[in-house]
């Protein structure tokens, strides 16, 4: 597990970074205006976007836990970040897990409160999430999006990129890594010039028009704090949604996380 150690460290210490929040779509396409209406851009209080999120019920947005950073504001019902006609919304409250530590040692899902509730029209959704717990096929084929780069060392973009990723095994997974933190999945990353890089964590893990895992991390360049994103040796990482059902539950009944 010293594998595991390594990272759990390179971790906690890299996410602590702005520079190295979220995770920008590699090699994908710009999303269609009328689909993944239920995509977020979260915003610090500067307004600038600091990590992606999908809504779930009419006032709780999905994260990971490890963009809570001075984050303020919820951005619906637009693709384009620029755009004027977008309806941005103040987070009244934050559900991190209570377990959350830092994203090498899971529970990296947190849930962001809106300041009030938001009506579905046809610029925005709520999107669909596991009512108990599931497992993936091997090489099943999901989407993740996000805003951000499109390469290791490019900008960031302004409109939604979405990009098709295979379900990895868990076990190949684990050799991979050389170990996990519980409660994950992998897609993309590994054999392949898709997936996710630093610039838009958060955002969700989509199979069957359901959001099953949250943006989590994925491997470093060597001596830097910058995703290998063009041809990583590792899988990326998304928290499995379905193993927080009892906790998203509490949340929606009124309780504390």
């Known amino acids: ?141 999901c989407q993740v999006a996000g805003w951000g780069k499109i390469n290791t060392y490019g900008n960031v973009v302004d409109n939604l990129r979405v990009v098709d990723v295979s379900v990895i095994g868990p076990q190949v997974c684990r050799e991979r890594w050389g170990g996990l933190p519980p409660n994950v999945i992998c897609a993309g990353g590994y054999n392949t010039n898709k997936g996710f890089c630093q610039g838009d964590s958060g955002g969700p893990l989509v199979c069957k028009g359901m959001a099953v895992g949250i943006v989590s991390f994925n491997n470093l360049l060597p001596g830097t704090e910058l995703g290998n994103c063009n041809y990583p040796d590792v899988p990326n990482v998304y928290t499995d949604i379905s193993k927080y059902v009892n906790w998203f539950r509490r949340i929606l009944q009124g309780g504390k996380s």
Request: charged share 15%.
């Open 1 to 141: 597990m010293f594998a595991l150690q390594s990272f759990v460290v390179i971790y906690a210490l890299t996410f602590l970074g702005q520079n190295v929040l979220g995770s920008e779509i590699i090699n994908g396409q710009i999303a269609p205006d009328n689909e993944m209406l239920y995509m977020a851009s979260v915003l610090d209080c500067n307004g600038y976007h600091i990590c992606g999120g999908f809504l779930v019920s009419e006032n709780l947005v999905m994260t990971a836990a490890h963009c809570d950073l001075n984050l303020r504001y919820v951005v619906l019902g637009n693709h384009h970040l620029r755009s004027a006609n977008k309806l941005v919304i103040q987070i009244a409250d934050k559900y991190k897990h209570p377990y959350y530590q830092d994203v090498g040692s899971g529970y990296d899902i947190m849930l962001l409160k809106l300041s009030r509730p938001v009506q579905t029209c046809n610029t925005i959704q709520f999107i669909r999430l596991p009512f108990r717990e599931m497992t993936l096929n091997e090489n099943e084929k």
